[in-house]
């Protein structure tokens, strides 16, 4: 979920500019639920904001240095927001849940018993590689981009192209030090803006609750309603003495952040308005039907099959030790996390008219192209040729996805610093995405946190048997490369493959850190001149790994720029017709409105109410696994310890509630404000017949799931008895 790719570049000139501004400014009628909108666009809904119950001027929400947009920050994959002065940060528990585990051993488990600082001296560093990010600036850089030579280019040459362009933009970006840039693609690639962000490097763990209350209900309840879930935790940000970002160290103070959020001073009712800021990850609702037909009628049902073997395989080789349970633990969310919402897509999608009404919203687009010979010359020949394309990727995806599946982790490790070794004998601006200057804190820091997310134990088990389940296939369709690296040979079942994994992995030292942080240092000599099993391997595959990666980008050149020019023509054909087309998700910051609200005849046959209350928790309450709520949370919940959060008309403190807000993966952790900008929860999940609406958005069912601030405070005061970060944040 949390990986990102890059999208390559598209025809610009007058009419891209032309197109685009229709896009932008054609915006009359924006309906509460639908569209996660850029900033920018938001004056153009302005009239929409204030009806659906908005008290501020929708400009405000365009200046991200004011509040409330300054508040509203980045931590790489998951969003956040500042809650006080002093750089204290709340986001969603499974957000910190690798900080969690990253912190955690059998002796101190805080993932299963939570962690409150008493002060900031016991505040304790984040996992290696975490970020807070502070969106400071963005600017329109499409003609920059896509200049007249770049247009002319295709296939490997213009992606290479435009990512030489997005280097020299990110470098001047970041010659303000402190700051972390990135130049992102909108509308396939019709569009570019260069994002600039604070980064802060100095991220503590601050506060989480129990895994009873963080993860209440665990896989059983994710995706699902009614939830009774704590999903919350707290992190600092520190900056150097001279308030500038630094790495960690003890003499670093707390960021003093010029805006933060405030709890809110009214209660939140059902019907009242809400919006959520935030990073979401990626939608497709923009995919034609031949992506659709793809993704639903094979790469999803296949994904969903092997990481169903994947965790089942991880549960097996972790019990009974705690040790990799814990190591093992931000994967298996993740996987388990991502498994859950995939089988929720396949179920919305079949036996739904998803495909149809897409090929017949592409049919109508031809159609229109078709009819005027202006248009045709334009589109024509692109919208011609782009499934042709797109059937080519799908060919290498179906014909890959076990061979990418089946490799060891270390063999992985081993290409990355190898691949590191050869682009660091080149100039700086030559080098890769990812092995530039900008990028060896990261590198280094993934190679550090891979010491406490590793078991061997289970990484031979997961290898053996993928490897055995590619290698059944036909012996024409395996690549030689990958067998010789390994010593395997097509047709060997899983025994066999185990023993010979088991030579390969006793000949690496790369599961040794102080190995993995020495290789950075390495030359591409050194590698060659190495007996480790997964450095000869790494080495020995590295002329097959460049291959495929240039036959990838020729693909992506030519396909993104026959999309493009589709894209092109599907916003001059929306424009045509007085309607709008906002951009896909591409965990750039995006402004949801909604409200509050229920859902009549859901999928459970009943009605959802808005609201989930204290009494649900000891009603799921069984004393283990994943509904095992601490014994002090249940004795205050049974002793009516309300505090000053219960709702009358509840009869209780109330939990989670639903809203009619768009959100999709990287919204995690999102903050849901009231009309005044005041935080009244943390987006943390949808509901799982919803999780289609990141390919076909349906206003009827969309609901987001949403952590009251009014649970989080009351745990906070009633049961952890967290009063430093309450008073913090202004909670008497």
């Not at 009359?28 to 008290?55: F, R, V, Y």
């Not at 001296?121 to 963005?138: F, H, N, Q």
């Not at 079949?350 to 159609?367: C, H, P, V, W």
């Not at 980008?553 to 424009?575: C, D, R």
């Amino acid at each position: 979920m949390k990986q990102k790719k890059n999208s390559y570049g598209l025809p610009g000139g007058a009419v891209l500019a032309q197109s685009l501004a229709l896009s932008l400014g054609l915006v009359a009628s924006a309906q509460a639920g639908e569209g996660m909108w850029m900033p920018q666009q938001l004056p153009q809904i302005s009239k929409d904001l204030k009806a659906a119950g908005l008290q501020l001027d929708p400009a405000k929400l365009t200046q991200l240095t004011e509040f409330p947009m300054g508040a509203v920050i980045s931590l790489g994959g998951c969003t956040a927001s500042f809650v006080s002065p002093q750089g204290l940060v709340v986001t969603n528990h499974h957000c910190a849940y690798g900080s969690i585990q990253y912190n955690s051993t059998p002796q101190r488990d805080l993932l299963k018993n939570g962690f409150l600082a008493a002060s900031l001296s016991d505040e304790l560093p984040a996992a290696p590689g975490s970020r807070v990010y502070v969106t400071v600036a963005v600017s329109d850089v499409s003609d920059k981009v896509l200049d007249a030579k770049t247009q002319g280019l295709s296939g490997k040459a213009r992606v290479d192209a435009i990512e030489a362009k997005q280097k020299s933009l990110t470098a001047a970006c970041e010659q303000d030090a402190g700051h972390r840039c990135q130049v992102a693609s909108f509308y396939g690639g019709l569009q570019y803006q260069l994002i600039k962000q604070m980064e802060i490097r100095d991220v503590r763990l601050v506060h989480a609750p129990a895994l009873g209350v963080g993860l209440f209900g665990g896989d059983t309840d994710n995706w699902m309603w009614p939830r009774h879930t704590g999903d919350y935790s707290f992190y600092r940000a520190y900056v150097g003495p001279d308030g500038k970002p630094a790495d960690f160290n003890a003499a670093n103070k707390p960021y003093e952040s010029k805006h933060f959020l405030k709890l809110a001073s009214k209660p939140l009712n059902e019907g009242d308005f809400v919006m959520v800021t935030g990073y979401p990850g990626r939608t497709n609702r923009h995919r034609l039907p031949a992506e659709v037909d793809f993704a639903f009628g094979w790469e999803q049902p296949t994904r969903i099959k092997l990481m169903g073997e994947q965790l089942a395989l991880i549960k097996q080789e972790t019990a009974g030790r705690r040790e990799a349970e814990i190591a093992m633990a931000d994967r298996v969310a993740g996987l388990g996390n991502y498994f859950k919402n995939l089988q929720g897509q396949q179920a919305s999608y079949e036996g739904s008219d998803i495909l149809a009404r897409k090929s017949q919203a592409f049919a109508e687009l031809k159609q229109w192209i078709s009819a005027d010979a202006g248009r045709n010359k334009l589109y024509g020949a692109d919208i011609a040729k782009v499934e042709s394309l797109l059937a080519q990727r799908q060919a290498i995806a179906r014909a890959e996805i076990l061979l990418d599946l089946s490799a060891p982790r270390l063999l992985g490790t081993a290409r990355t610093l190898l691949e590191n070794a050869h682009q660091q004998a080149k100039a700086d601006a030559e080098r890769k995405p990812g092995f530039q200057a900008r990028d060896q804190r990261r590198l280094s820091q993934g190679m550090e946190a891979l010491d406490k997310r590793y078991d061997e134990q289970v990484d031979k088990r997961l290898t053996a048997h993928f490897l055995a389940k590619y290698l059944a296939q036909p012996a024409a369709q395996l690549n030689a490369p990958m067998l010789a690296a390994l010593g395997l040979q097509a047709g060997m079942d899983e025994a066999a493959v185990k023993a010979r994994l088991a030579v390969v992995y006793a000949g690496s030292k790369l599961a040794n850190k102080a190995e993995r942080m020495a290789w950075l240092k390495s030359d591409v000599a050194g590698f060659k001149a190495s007996d480790d099993a997964f450095i000869k391997a790494a080495v020995a595959l590295h002329a097959d790994d460049e291959a495929r990666e240039n036959r990838d980008k020729e693909i992506a050149g030519q396909i993104n720029q026959a999309y493009g020019s589709t894209m092109k023509a599907l916003i001059a054909f929306k424009a045509s017709k007085g309607e709008a087309v906002y951009p896909d998700a591409n965990s750039t910051l995006r402004v949801a409105f909604g409200k509050v609200e229920g859902r009549k005849g859901a999928v459970d046959g009943g009605d959802w109410h808005a609201f989930t209350t204290l009494r649900g928790i000891p009603a799921k309450h069984k004393g283990e696994g994943e509904f095992n709520a601490p014994a002090e949370q249940l004795a205050a919940i049974q002793a009516r310890k309300f505090d000053n959060y219960g709702v009358a008309a509840l009869d209780s403190v109330p939990v989670n509630f639903l809203a009619t807000l768009d959100t999709t993966g990287g919204n995690s952790g999102s903050p849901v404000l009231n009309d005044r900008a005041e935080l009244v929860g943390l987006l943390f999940d949808g509901t799982l017949d919803s999780v289609i609406d990141s390919w076909d958005f349906d206003a009827k069912k969309s609901r987001s799931i949403c952590l009251d601030a009014r649970y989080m405070l009351w745990q906070m005061k009633v049961v952890d008895k967290a009063q430093r970060l309450l008073g913090e944040m202004g909670v008497k």
